[in-house]
Each structure stands twice: as structure tokens, then as C-alpha cells.
């Protein structure tokens, strides 16, 4: 072997910069996909058409994630049997509800204010609990709404039902009652949206839900729950947490770019090193050094 074979064979240069080239992949486009549970949710991919040149992934969707849950005896919804009766007689505010029963899903309440001698002019009643994910959670009614008003808030535990504020005159019987509604709550993160319900087993049953409000993260189920039947629910939901995976992968495209820089840097390098190895190996050869 000639010397200059040897040391071209021992320099750690390969035998053409494309071969190189080839071999660290820089010789064409790279692309970065981040797909989270579901095909829908697959964020549009960067691709970068030459060295070191890269598109920023914009964070404009949150992930979606899937959920499934099972639920044991749902009682049926009612009007009174998210807390004991309270009279509203003389009351000024102030007043909470007594004796307040804890959902056995997470459900939203609907509050029922009886005054038949027309003597309330005005109210506002506030619930304080928990959401599915242990997060506080409130709901409010105000008189303008009416006399029976159906929460939209889904509480997995309930503190307190309180009148804040009334107004109320006269002697005749007034009343405030709380039940749990039909609208049926799943565990997601607080600030979650876009639910979806894909699969209810309803005691063996396939169905659709009846109804589902995507903004507070409630269901309806087409056959209502009585106490005896078991449901299972399948779901999606936007996680708003999952926009930082988006970003931290910005960040690793950027990285990235920047390490296909340094590398292209250092293949012209080593190319430019290899020329000067070259020109001297030929130097020492037409001086009879080496053979």
C-alpha cells in the first residue's frame, strides 16, 4: 500500500463528499412529524428543502386525547336531590342550602325557585365545588334568567349552594331547590374543549349520545340513567397542555437546524482538509519522498 493510500484510508475521509454527504443525510429534504392520539390531530410537517433551511411548526392546534370512562348506577337527574330544601322567607342573604349530596358522576346542577306570590324581585345564587379534575369549579344564577335555570358547570364534588343576594318581600311560601340535571360531565383538564363522545355502551346498548356542549364538557345520554344501568363512554377533547409539546418541538427543529449547520461546516472542513492532504501527498511524491 502506498503511504498515501494509507493515510487517505486512515484520515477518516470517505472517498467522495457525496458519499459523505449521503451518509449524514444532508443530500436531501428532512422532515419532522408530531402526531398525538388521534390521525386528525397529525401537526403540519417542516421540511427542510436544503441544508439548514427549516419551517417553523406554528402552535395554532392543541392535541387531542382520548378518554374512556365507566360508570357505575347513575342516579336519574332530578329537581331536589342535589341538596336539602331551603325556605327563602325573610331571607336577606347569605343563606346556603343544607345537607348538599355529592354527585355520583360529574354532573351540572339545576336550581328551582318556587314564589308563588310573585314576591321576588331579584337573587343571585352561587355554587362552589370541584371539576372532574379536582380544579375549583363554579356556576352563578341570577334572577334575570328565571325562576328554574340549568347549570351548565359540571361539578365532581359540590361545597356549597349559597344565596348571595335577594330581594323578597311578603309572607308567602318561597322556596330553593337543587338538583343534579341530565347533563353528565367526563374527566378532562380544566380549560379542555372540543369534546366529542365516540362510543356510549349503555347497560349493552350501542348509541349515540343525545347531546353533547363541547364548550363545557358535558354530555347527554339518549337513554337517561335510572339507578340500574351501567354506561361506558368513549371521548376526545382538545388538551390545551398539549400546545408545549408543540412547542418544545419547535424547539427541537431549530436545534436540529442548527446542528445541520455545524456539520455542514465541518464536512467543508474536513473537504478543504482533504484538498490540502491531497496537494501535499502530491508535492511529496514528485519530490521522491514518498512513494
Given at each position: 500500500m502506498h503511504r498515501s493510500d494509507w493515510f487517505r484510508a486512515n484520515a477518516g475521509f470517505p472517498e467522495s463528499a457525496s458519499?459523505?454527504?449521503?451518509?449524514?443525510?444532508?443530500?436531501?429534504?428532512?422532515?419532522?412529524?408530531?402526531?398525538?392520539?388521534?390521525?386528525?390531530?397529525t401537526v403540519?410537517?417542516?421540511?427542510?428543502?436544503?441544508?439548514?433551511?427549516?419551517?417553523?411548526?406554528?402552535?395554532?392546534?392543541?392535541?387531542?386525547?382520548?378518554?374512556?370512562?365507566?360508570?357505575?348506577?347513575?342516579a336519574a337527574a332530578g329537581t331536589t336531590n342535589a341538596a336539602t330544601q331551603l325556605s327563602l322567607e325573610g331571607?336577606?342573604?347569605?343563606?346556603?342550602?343544607?345537607?348538599?349530596?355529592?354527585?355520583?358522576?360529574?354532573?351540572?346542577?339545576?336550581?328551582?325557585v318556587t314564589d308563588s306570590g310573585v314576591e321576588i324581585s331579584a337573587f343571585q345564587i352561587d355554587i362552589v365545588g370541584k371539576a372532574p379534575d379536582g380544579s375549583a369549579a363554579t356556576d352563578q344564577f341570577l334572577f334575570?334568567?328565571?325562576?328554574?335555570?340549568?347549570?351548565?358547570?359540571?361539578?365532581a364534588e359540590l361545597t356549597s349552594i349559597t344565596v348571595t343576594s335577594i330581594t323578597e318581600t311578603g309572607a308567602t311560601a318561597k322556596t330553593l331547590d337543587a338538583g343534579w340535571n341530565t347533563s353528565i360531565g367526563v374527566p378532562v383538564p380544566a380549560g379542555s374543549t372540543g369534546l366529542t363522545i365516540t362510543h356510549v355502551d349503555a347497560a349493552g346498548t350501542e348509541e349515540a349520545a343525545a347531546s353533547v356542549d363541547a364548550t363545557n364538557n358535558s354530555f347527554v345520554f339518549t337513554t337517561a340513567p335510572d339507578g340500574a344501568k351501567d354506561f361506558s363512554v368513549t371521548y376526545e377533547y382538545l388538551d390545551p397542555t398539549?400546545?408545549?409539546?408543540?412547542?418544545?418541538?419547535?424547539?427541537?427543529?431549530?436545534?436540529?437546524?442548527?446542528?445541520?449547520?455545524?456539520?455542514?461546516?465541518?464536512?467543508?472542513?474536513n473537504l478543504n482538509l482533504r484538498k490540502i492532504v491531497n496537494s501535499l501527498i502530491d508535492a511529496l511524491q514528485t519530490a521522491g519522498i514518498v512513494t
Open positions: 458519499a459523505f454527504l449521503t451518509t449524514l443525510g444532508l443530500d436531501g429534504g428532512v422532515t419532522f412529524t408530531q402526531t398525538y392520539s388521534t390521525a386528525d390531530t403540519a410537517s417542516p421540511t427542510a428543502t436544503a441544508p439548514n433551511a427549516a419551517t417553523a411548526v406554528a402552535a395554532t392546534k392543541t392535541g387531542t386525547t382520548v378518554g374512556s370512562v365507566y360508570m357505575l348506577n347513575p331571607a336577606t342573604g347569605s343563606e346556603t342550602m343544607t345537607s348538599p349530596l355529592q354527585p355520583d358522576v360529574p354532573r351540572c346542577i339545576t336550581i328551582t334575570a334568567g328565571g325562576l328554574v335555570q340549568v347549570g351548565t358547570t359540571v361539578f398539549a400546545v408545549e409539546g408543540i412547542t418544545n418541538l419547535d424547539a427541537a427543529i431549530v436545534d436540529a437546524a442548527s446542528i445541520r449547520t455545524q456539520v455542514t461546516a465541518l464536512v467543508a472542513d
